[in-house]
Structure formats: structure tokens, C-alpha cells
């Protein structure tokens, strides 16, 4: 990391346990003003996230795409990114952010683990397709993240009437409305994640020769693509709604995520960023060392 990346780092992951702990606070004790006070916090923390992120790229010179870390960083950014714009549009969803918050923070910390070091992009990765295959990824992500709070919020106002969670929670959109909403997040992300699984495939003819190898991302990735087409099955050609669906968003994430960090604990899957860079003679796992300053004469 360079010096303005590694403070910027620091300060989103501040901002965000900010945003976090006001969030709950303002659920739990009824606070409006704690749950705006928490989106100003992950506002600004945003801000900063995006600073992190443009850091990157100048100490780099490249996009930030070329690592797990980078990957994740810029997830978090999207993620972040998706909810507050729709809390822009409806100020009432902010108890979102209990889910949102420390989900970012949690994506935040596993991009700590995997190295944040200075990388290289070499020529299987220089590739227009991967752009527009993370591209998507990265919108399919944020909507599916951005449904998923929807569900929890949806939940959490089912279970409010005649309970004292009711008084919290009476500033919320209706159910239908909180329905509808998470409706049009999946359907927006399944169309993004359709994009990025053919993108993809166009890519793996271009690097391995072959469309589709069911390597285990591509495996989890086209289940969680199902699983989100069932959703939408369910909800306009069966015409589910409620509780069930909102427990189904939050359900097809779990799948998501998996796909994107649960294959890489298990390793075997060739969609490994470390396993795709060129190795050039002296560097460990592709990832170039530091750049350091000449020794004074």
C-alpha cells in the first residue's frame, strides 16, 4: 500500500464501524437521528473507500482488478455505493444499514488478509473481456447485496407489528413498496450477472480454449444465477411474495458470496487471480515486491 492508500484504508474502516454502531443504536433505541447520523458516516466513509480506491490505481497504474484484495476493495465500494444511492431515493430504508455497514466492513477485512501488495498486470489479465465480466460482476454483486437488506429490513418490519419494534420501525416503507424494491435489485442483478457469466465464458475461450470448463466459481456462480432466476420465477409466474422471498434474497447471497470467496478457501478452481497472473522470473504468486526508493550515495 502506498502512505494515501493505507490511511485512506483506515479511515473507511473507522467510518464504517461508525456507521455501524449508530445504525444499531438508532434501531434499538429509536432514534431517527442516529440512523441519519449513520448514513452520513458511511457517506463519508464512501467517500474516503473511493479515495482508497483511486490511490490504488495511481500506486499501481492499473485498474483494480489484478488481486483478490483489489477485487474486494472495489466490491466493497459497489456494495457501499448501491445502498446509499437507494437511500438517497428513500431515506426511510436507513435500518438497511445495519446489514449494509457491516457487510462492507466484513469485505474490507478479508481484502486485509489477502495481501495488499503492489501488483502487476500482466497479459492474461490485460484483457478486454475480463473488464466487462468484473464490470458486471461488480453490478450483479451490489444489487444482490442492496436485495438482501431489503429482505432483512422486510423481516424486520413483519416481525414489528405488536411488538416494540413497531414504534422503530414506523417510518418504513409499506411491504408491498419494501417488495417491489427488492424485486427490481434482483432483477437488475440477474440481468448484470447473465452479462457477466456470458462474458466470461467469451474470456475462458480466449485463455483456456474452451467456453466452459465448470471450474468451481463457474459451478457456484451459474447455481447462484439459477437460484436468483427461481426468485424471479417465483415472483412473477407463481406470484410468491412476503416473507418466503425476502428469506430467499437473503439465502441467494450466502450463494454468492461463496462463489466468490468460499471456492478460494477450498483452492482447485483455476479462477484464482494468483493462479491466472504470469509469473515473471522473480516474483512469488505473480505479485511484484515493493517499489523502493534508491539507496542515497
Given at each position: 500500500m502506498s502512505p494515501v492508500e493505507y490511511a485512506a484504508f483506515w479511515i473507511t474502516v473507522f467510518a464504517y464501524m461508525l456507521g455501524t454502531?449508530?445504525?444499531?443504536?438508532?434501531?434499538?433505541?429509536?432514534?431517527?437521528?442516529?440512523?441519519?447520523?449513520?448514513?452520513?458516516?458511511?457517506?463519508?466513509?464512501?467517500?474516503?473507500?473511493?479515495?482508497?480506491?483511486?490511490?490504488?490505481?495511481?500506486?499501481?497504474?492499473?485498474?483494480?482488478?489484478?488481486?483478490?484484495?483489489e477485487n474486494v476493495l472495489m466490491g466493497a465500494a459497489v456494495v457501499m455505493l448501491f445502498s446509499l444511492v437507494t437511500l438517497l431515493r428513500r431515506r426511510s430504508l436507513a435500518p438497511m444499514?445495519?446489514?449494509?455497514?457491516?457487510?462492507?466492513?466484513?469485505?474490507?477485512?478479508?481484502?486485509?488478509?489477502?495481501?495488499?501488495?503492489?501488483?502487476?498486470?500482466?497479459?492474461?489479465?490485460?484483457?478486454?473481456?475480463?473488464?466487462?465480466?468484473?464490470?458486471?460482476?461488480?453490478?450483479?454483486?451490489?444489487?444482490?447485496?442492496?436485495?438482501?437488506?431489503?429482505?432483512?429490513?422486510?423481516?424486520?418490519?413483519?416481525?414489528?407489528?405488536?411488538?416494540?419494534?413497531?414504534?422503530?420501525?414506523?417510518?418504513?416503507?409499506?411491504?408491498?413498496?419494501?417488495?417491489?424494491?427488492?424485486?427490481?435489485?434482483?432483477?437488475?442483478?440477474?440481468?448484470?450477472?447473465?452479462?457477466?457469466?456470458?462474458?466470461?465464458?467469451?474470456?475462458?475461450r480466449d485463455l483456456w480454449g474452451s467456453y466452459w470448463t465448470w471450474d468451481p466459481v463457474e459451478t457456484w456462480s451459474l447455481l447462484s444465477g439459477l437460484l436468483y432466476g427461481l426468485w424471479i420465477h417465483l415472483r412473477v409466474g407463481l406470484g410468491w411474495r412476503g416473507r418466503r422471498m425476502a428469506w430467499l434474497s437473503i439465502a441467494a447471497l450466502l450463494t454468492v458470496i461463496f462463489a466468490f470467496w468460499g471456492t478460494n478457501l477450498f483452492g482447485g478452481t483455476s479462477h484464482s487471480l494468483d493462479d491466472l497472473r504470469l509469473k515473471a522470473p522473480g516474483e512469488e504468486a505473480g505479485l511484484a515486491p515493493e517499489p523502493s526508493l534508491p539507496e542515497p550515495r
Open positions: 454502531a449508530l445504525a444499531l443504536c438508532g434501531l434499538v433505541f429509536a432514534r431517527a437521528r442516529l440512523l441519519r447520523a449513520a448514513g452520513l458516516a458511511c457517506g463519508g466513509g464512501l467517500v474516503v473507500h473511493l479515495v482508497t480506491v483511486g490511490a490504488r490505481i495511481a500506486y499501481t497504474g492499473h485498474l483494480p482488478v489484478a488481486s483478490r484484495y444499514l445495519v446489514f449494509v455497514a457491516p457487510f462492507a466492513l466484513l469485505m474490507l477485512g478479508y481484502a486485509l488478509l489477502e495481501q495488499p501488495r503492489f501488483t502487476t498486470m500482466s497479459l492474461v489479465l490485460d484483457n478486454l473481456w475480463m473488464f466487462v465480466h468484473i464490470f458486471f460482476a461488480w453490478l450483479a454483486y451490489g444489487a444482490y447485496s442492496v436485495a438482501a437488506a431489503l429482505g432483512v429490513v422486510y423481516l424486520m418490519r413483519s416481525r414489528a407489528s405488536g411488538s416494540g419494534l413497531a414504534a422503530r420501525l414506523q417510518g418504513l416503507p409499506p411491504p408491498q413498496v419494501l417488495d417491489d424494491l427488492m424485486f427490481r435489485a434482483i432483477l437488475f442483478g440477474f440481468v448484470g450477472h447473465v452479462v457477466m457469466i456470458s462474458t466470461g465464458a467469451i474470456w475462458a
